[in-house]
């Protein structure tokens, strides 16, 4: 089975291809990133007038780079949420009128689904099951991972996701906008010790996250530092380790409560490498083995739509006509594939 996945549910435009058998033959993406930097944050309806003017254009560079036209494909997967809804919208018009267009079948994919099995497309594949981190610019969680479609919820965070922090702290020592990835630079220049900032819910016990008091606490830092460079640096070391040992210590707490030897990490902060390090070193310490999709597949993609639509698709699932997204999805509704309901 070929399918075409496409994904825009917030300000990526991603296709993909991806074959049953030869793997993944295609995948484009397109940044908007420069174009939200302005606002300091995603505008969604400058978010869904870009998706339209790049999905075309991405689309048919896909198909020429996997060497295959519209006769070749038999599915089309889409993300149907959660996400901005407008965003959303975009490319489940775009899925919806090719599926007719091409007569073939469309699924409607969730996009934290694509995240956790992202890994699926690498060598080796986790094995199942396992436990899941899933850290993005919108999401914090620890999942079980069951089976593909068989998710149970361990915890998830109470109010800002650990990308958020990772970029409102940015914001604030001066970064811009998706700062997550230069605060994780500045902070190699940062020396231990040299500011400290709390640890949000470690002591608690629980699976569950809060990263809205940190960014207080890092205001309160940036206010107090002198204005130098190593100044900051110390912020932005003392930010990061805050966000990746509490990560840490919860994924850890999840594998000793699954049992699981194996454990995923998904979404943009996986793409961190103070958290790699430590969480390889502390898995490693407690036998169990860390899995990551590779870094550009950590980030939104729509590599990790197919790989969720091809499991669907083959089991038989088919979404309406109705053109039908959701901002909110709890992971939790999932079925395995062919045993749920569909959107
Ligand atoms: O998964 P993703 O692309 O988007 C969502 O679905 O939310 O994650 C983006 C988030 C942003 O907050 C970004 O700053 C963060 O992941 N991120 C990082 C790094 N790379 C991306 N945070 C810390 N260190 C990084 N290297
Ligand atoms: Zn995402």
Known sequence: ??????????????????????????????????????????????????????????????????????????????????????????????????AFGWRCPAIGVHHLEGHLLAAMLEVPAPPLPHTALLVSGGHTLLAEVRAVGDYRLLGQTRDDAAGEAFDKSAKLLGLPYPGGPQLGELAQRGRPGACALPRPMLDRPGFEFSFSGLKTAVLQAVRAAPATEQARADIAYAVQDAIVTTLC??????????????????????????????????????????????????TDNAAMIAVAGLYRLRAGERSGLAIEVRARWPLEELAPPGRGRVL
């Open 1 to 98: 089975m070929r399918i075409l996945a496409i994904e825009t549910s917030c300000d990526e435009t991603a296709v993909a291809v991806l074959d049953g058998e030869r793997g993944l033959l295609a995948h484009e993406l397109w940044s908007q990133i420069d174009l939200h930097r302005a606002f300091g944050g995603v505008v969604p309806e400058l978010a869904s007038r870009d998706h339209l003017r790049r999905l075309l254009p991405l689309l048919r560079t896909a198909l020429r780079e996997a060497g295959t036209d519209a006769t070749q494909i038999d599915g089309i997967a889409y993300t149907a949420g959660p996400g901005l809804v407008g965003a959303l919208l975009t490319g489940a018009a775009l899925a919806r009128a090719v």
């Open 249 to 298: 210590a919860k994924a850890l707490r999840a594998l000793q409560f699954t049992g699981h030897d194996a454990l995923v990490v998904a979404g943009g902060v996986g793409a961190n490498r103070a958290l790699r390090t430590r969480l390889a070193h502390e898995a490693l310490a407690c036998g169990a083995r860390v899995y990551y999709p590779r870094p550009e597949f950590c």
